[in-house]
């Protein structure tokens, strides 16, 4: 028997594959021009740096797109990412997008833009009832925390069956900036739709 140390070694140190957990579908909503269509450009690009130089233009439909082995605190988890515009028109079919497989949605807000808290509040009843094993996360936008925080508070008020929420920040709209936010929030997402496992 013919033994060499370095294949042996190299065997016995490496990291065992982490588990592929599934696929997770995420609905991705907000007013036109909070940063969804950058969100899912940046998914698709992966190796892009910062946004493209031509404005994105705002989604008139649906925009899918499947993000393959996104790494997460479990192992890896694949996301269906829908992302649905923002027009007034659009809004009214945001419900029919709502479903018991949906693991989360994420809505991107200028929580200076009082209607955009609305089109929110508005959706919570339909969320509750259509998808309620779906977490919710608050992403906002040219704002931080704490308007957000506030503004969330006063649409509670206002609207009871809005549920619990995580807020988060992104720096979207930041024509240098956007590919770490991209990222963090990426990987936030994947991490809260594997955290039951």
């Not at 190796?47 to 649906?62: D, F, H, I, K, Y």
């Not at 649409?155 to 240098?176: F, K, V, W």
């Amino acid at each position: 028997m013919v033994c060499c140390v370095w294949p042996c070694r190299a065997w016995m140190t490496r990291e065992p594959r982490r588990a592929l957990m599934g696929t997770r579908q995420v609905l991705l909503l907000g007013l036109d021009g909070v940063g969804k269509s950058a969100f899912l450009w940046l998914c698709e690009n992966r190796n892009s740096q910062r946004l493209p130089a031509e404005r994105l233009v705002p989604t008139m439909g649906v925009q899918k797109l499947t993000r393959a082995e996104v790494p997460c605190k479990q192992g890896f988890v694949n996301l269906d990412l829908t992302e649905i515009g923002g027009n007034m028109r659009l809004r009214e079919y945001w419900q029919h997008y709502l479903r018991p497989s949906l693991s989360l949605v994420v809505f991107f807000v200028d929580a200076r833009v009082e209607d955009a808290l609305d089109a929110l509040g508005r959706l919570a009843g339909s969320l509750r009832r259509m998808a309620p094993g779906a977490s919710l996360v608050i992403v906002s936008v040219k704002s931080n925390v704490e308007v957000l925080r506030v503004s969330i508070a006063a649409l509670r008020a206002r609207y009871p069956e809005l549920p619990e929420a995580r807020l988060a920040t992104s720096g979207l709209h930041l024509e240098d900036g956007a590919r770490p936010h991209a990222n963090a929030l990426l990987q936030e997402i994947a991490d809260i739709v594997t955290a039951g496992g």
